[in-house]
Every structure is written in C-alpha cells, then in structure tokens.
C-alpha cells in the first residue's frame, strides 16, 4: 500500500497536467499512472528480494582474477624462468619456484583458464611460455606422481585449447613416464619414490595421486597405449579398496609391500593424524573420483566421488570452508584450507553434471555455488593485500609451512570452478 502511495505520488508529480486536459489524453496518462505505479512495485520487489538471497555472479569473480593474475605477471620480469607458488600469511611477495616443484603447472594453467575466458592472445602467449619452461619435465625419469598435476594442467589445459601437436608429443611422452611409477602387484603408482628409498622400503600411495590419472586416462584416448587406461582404472580400484575408511573419510597415504602388494598401514603426512580427515585430501578424492566416473563411466566410482562428497559437506563449518583437517584439536581456533574449498567446489560443479538424481544434483550445485560465494567474499578473497586470488590456505601444518597463506593451486581451482559455473549458467 505504502509503496502504491508513493508510485502514485511520484505518477502525479510526473504526468501533473492543466485542467483544460481533453478526456483521451487524460484516459492515456490514467493507463501510464498505472503502468508506472506497477513498475515501482515490481522493481522494488525485486530488489528486495535479490537482497534478501543474492544471486552469486560468477564473472565479475572471474573478472577480479584476471586482474589479479595481471598484477602478478608484472612482477615476474621476461627472461625469468620461475614460477609463482605462494604468498606466505601478511606478505605481499610471491615465493617463487621452478618447473620441478609440484605446483609448477597451476600457474599456466591459470592463464589457459584466463585465455579461454577471454580469448585474448595476450594470455595465450604468457601460458604457453610458462607452459614451455616444464618442457624438460617430459625428458627425464619420473621424480613423482605429481607429473600429472604439473603436465595435465599446463600442456594439458594448452592442448585441449589450442590443438597444438607439440604439446600432444610433450603429453603422451609424460604419461608414459608417469606409468613408469606403476607397480602391478600393488595396483598403485607409486607417489613418492624418494620417500620409498629413504624411510622403509615400502610402496606408498597417497590420495592426492587419483588427480594424476587424468592424464593417462587423457593419453590412452588421444594416440597412447590402452594399458594407461587400465593403470588408471586400476590405481582408481585399489585406491577405493584401501584409502577409504568406513565412514568414506580418506587416509593421506597407504604404505603397501612392493612385492607381495599387501596393505600395510594407513598414515598421514599433511594431515593431523593418522586417522584424521585432512581436508584437502578429502577434496582430492572427491575431484579424483568425479573425474574417474567421467572417463570410465562406472558406477562404482561415481558411489566413491558421492561417498567421498556427502561426508566432506556433512562435516564443514557453517562459513562453507573447511579447517584444515576436520579432526584438528584445537578447531574453531584453528587455520582453514580455502584450496580445499576451491577444489571441491569445482568437483561439486561437476558431479551436479553426472548424478541422474535432479535433487542431488541440484544439491551438489547448489553447495558448489555457497562455497564459491564464500570464496568470494572479502574474508577470503586477497583483494588488496597480495595479487593473489585466495588468502586462508594451508599447505603443510604439521611442517609447520604456508599456513594460513595463498597458494596457487587453491587460486587455480577457485578459477576453474568460477569458469565452470560461469559455462553451466550460461
Ligand atoms: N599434493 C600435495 C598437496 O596437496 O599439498
């Protein structure tokens, strides 16, 4: 009523006219009063009501990255061969790393992600000249199962966009030699080869290695052998055997006999303990296993991702984004892990994709979409601070480094998730 008044109000004072008036243009400006007092009330309602549950947008998030990662690249000087990893907490200044650190490929995965986005030729040559510093990486026995990551998200992301046959080479080279890391008695890949040789002897594999499989499931359907296909879906498997526990939470690491193959234990390295959920390790699995159903397309690995999912978004935090580890002493007063937020969200986006069910999917997307909002919000966004993306990361607590920091990988998740939103909306 009150806003009536006021449309009305604002009617008369606009379409005020002398007496003398004939009776058409009076009839007409009567329809126009009216018209104009439903439009306030209409816009008005509106507005409210996008106040009152807000509509999350992701392009202008996507537009906030691109200008962050143009202040990073200002500060990476041409002839470097270096490339960003984090932003230690309260600092300005990127530590940088080179191509043989596990996060050397987020970066020009990132500017794939931008060049996608804006198709500007600018990004394209920034990623691939990133890209091309990994090049030796594809020349040399396998340091790790982080190959993967470090190959799939920067030649990987480049080849898929740009169709270029160099980088196809350079791809199916590197999963070759990521297959070298397989053992078959196991059923694993071997993650951290070093770690076998120094410590015990014994096979290690830790969940973090399901993201790896892309590549090799990528490689047998783009001109590799098929054996890679079944050492994916052969590590995927096993994995699902002796990672989970019965409540679906993930051990870090399981420690195998390399030659009979037997589980000997479950243990944690980044986590708070042996039996405890560490968040991001959570988060990999629920991207791993999304991404598994998606090249293979077998339930069971759909079950596992679902698994792995609902029990990650039963246990989260009110503000959508995960501590850590679920299981850490001291929680609330304890640092979160935005990385393991992005992740899932993007995991989240695309698990929506791939469950028949119309209520769990939209329940998925619409968890992906409140973990995004979160992300976005002036918390954990670095905005002013740093030329990061993310602040509020945790990479290796129990080591007691890049706590509570920004770090390149949750910035590169967090883009993709946005990107992968900004497609679905659209
Ligand atoms: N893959 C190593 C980590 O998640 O920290």
Redesign the pocket.
């Known amino acids: 009523t009150y806003l009536g008044s006021c449309a009305d109000r604002v009617a008369s004072l606009a379409f005020s006219c002398p007496e003398t008036i004939h009776w058409p243009l009076n009839q007409s400006l009567n329809g126009m009063k009216a018209f104009l007092k439903y439009l306030c009330c209409t816009l008005f309602i509106s507005f409210i009501g996008c106040r009152a549950n807000p509509v999350f947008n992701p392009s202008e998030n996507i537009d906030y990255c691109l200008a962050q990662a143009s202040k990073t690249l200002q500060t990476i000087p041409p002839e470097d061969s270096l490339l960003p990893r984090n932003i230690d907490r309260n600092k300005t200044d990127w530590h940088f790393v080179p191509g043989t650190d596990?996060t050397s490929g987020f970066w020009p995965g990132i500017l794939w992600l931008l060049y996608e986005y804006t198709g500007d030729e600018k990004w394209r040559m920034e990623a691939n000249r990133f890209t091309r510093l990994l090049t030796p990486l594809s020349a040399r026995p396998a340091h790790d199962h982080?190959l993967g990551?470090q190959m799939n998200c920067s030649f990987g992301k480049g080849y898929r966009l740009t169709q270029n046959p160099e980088y196809k080479a350079i791809l199916l080279r590197t999963a070759d030699t990521l297959a070298t890391l397989f053992n078959l008695r196991v059923g694993t890949i071997l993650s951290w080869p070093g770690m076998k040789k120094d410590k015990n002897g014994l096979h290690n594999t830790?969940i973090?290695n399901m993201m790896n499989l892309e590549l090799l499931f990528w490689a047998s359907k783009n001109g590799g052998p098929y054996s890679l296909y079944d050492i994916a879906v052969r590590h995927a498997e096993t994995t699902m055997k002796n990672q989970f526990r019965p409540d679906f939470s993930t051990y870090h690491a399981i420690l195998y006999n390399d030659s009979t193959g037997a589980r000997i234990k479950g243990q944690t390295h980044?986590g708070y303990a042996d039996e405890s959920m560490w968040a991001?390790g959570q988060a990999?699995a629920i991207y791993g296993y999304t991404m598994t159903y998606r090249e293979t397309r077998d339930p069971k690995f759909l079950e596992a991702a679902q698994n792995a999912a609902n029990l990650y978004l039963k246990r989260l935090p009110e503000d959508m984004i995960p501590y850590w580890d679920f299981d850490a002493p001291n929680i609330p007063n304890e640092p979160k892990d935005a990385s393991a937020a992005a992740i899932t969200a993007s995991a989240l986006l695309e698990l929506s994709t791939l469950v028949s069910d119309k209520g769990i999917a939209k329940n998925y997307y619409e968890k992906a979409v409140k973990i995004l909002a979160a992300l976005s919000s002036e918390k954990y966004q670095s905005r002013g601070k740093n030329s990061a993306f993310l602040l509020h990361c945790t990479?290796?607590k129990p080591a007691g480094t890049e706590i509570d920091a920004s770090m390149i990988?949750g910035d590169y998740y967090y883009l993709e998730a946005l990107l992968r939103l900004e497609k679905m909306k659209n």
Do not use: A, K, L, S
Request: proline letters at 0%; charged letters at 25%.
């Open positions: 596990w982080d990551f830790i973090d980044q991001r990999w990479g290796h990988y």
